[in-house]
C-alpha cells in the first residue's frame, strides 16, 4: 500500500476516497479512528493517510493531475481588474485593529465591506 495524500480532517480524506472508487480504484483511510477522537493528534501522527495499492499509484497520480478538486461556478466573482475568480471578503479593517492593540491593549474591529483579489491584490467596494 502506497499513501498518496494525508489530510488534517477525515471527511477530507473521505472526499478524496469516494473520488477515487467512482472510477474503480480502491482505496483505503489510516488514522481515521485516531483523529476522531482527538484532532489536535493530526499534525502528531501525520494527518488521516489515503493508501492505495502498488500497482494503482501511477493511475492515481494522473487522475489528481487532471482533477483539480475546485467548481468553478459560473455566476462567480471575477476581479475587475484581473478577471481572477480566487476573491475574498474583507469585512474587518486590519490596520485599524492594530492600531487600537497598540493604543488601547484590546483589538477594536471596524467593519467595512471590501472584496480582494488574491492573485492581483486587488481591493474593491462590492
Same mark, same amino acid.
Given at each position: =500500500?502506497?499513501?498518496? %495524500? &494525508?489530510?488534517?480532517?477525515?471527511? +477530507?480524506?473521505?472526499? !478524496? /476516497? =469516494?473520488?477515487?472508487?467512482?472510477?474503480?480504484?480502491?482505496?483505503?483511510?489510516?488514522?481515521?479512528? $485516531?483523529?476522531?477522537?482527538? $484532532? @489536535? @493528534?493530526?499534525?502528531?501522527?501525520?494527518?488521516?493517510?489515503?493508501?492505495?495499492?502498488?500497482?494503482?499509484?501511477?493511475?492515481?497520480?494522473?487522475?489528481?493531475?487532471?482533477?483539480?478538486?475546485?467548481?468553478? +461556478? %459560473?455566476?462567480?466573482?471575477?476581479?475587475?481588474?484581473?478577471?481572477? &475568480?480566487?476573491?475574498? &471578503?474583507?469585512?474587518?479593517?486590519?490596520?485599524?485593529?492594530?492600531?487600537?492593540? !497598540? !493604543?488601547?491593549?484590546?483589538? $477594536? !474591529? $471596524?467593519?467595512?465591506?471590501?472584496? /480582494?483579489?488574491?492573485?492581483?491584490?486587488?481591493?474593491?467596494?462590492?
Amino acid at each position: =500500500m502506497t499513501t498518496i %495524500a &494525508t489530510f488534517t480532517k477525515p471527511e +477530507e480524506a473521505h472526499l !478524496l /476516497r =469516494m473520488r477515487l472508487e467512482a472510477v474503480g480504484i480502491e482505496a483505503f483511510i489510516q488514522d481515521e479512528n $485516531l483523529i476522531q477522537i482527538d $484532532l @489536535l @493528534l493530526s499534525n502528531a501522527v501525520g494527518g488521516v493517510r489515503v493508501q492505495v495499492a502498488d500497482q494503482d499509484v501511477q493511475s492515481v497520480r494522473e487522475l489528481l493531475k487532471e482533477d483539480t478538486g475546485i467548481p468553478v +461556478e %459560473a455566476d462567480a466573482p471575477q476581479c475587475p481588474k484581473c478577471g481572477s &475568480t480566487s476573491i475574498e &471578503t474583507e469585512r474587518f479593517s486590519k490596520r485599524f485593529a492594530a492600531l487600537s492593540v !497598540l !493604543l488601547f491593549g484590546i483589538p $477594536l !474591529l $471596524l467593519m467595512r465591506r471590501r472584496m /480582494r483579489c488574491n492573485s492581483c491584490l486587488h481591493t474593491w467596494k462590492p
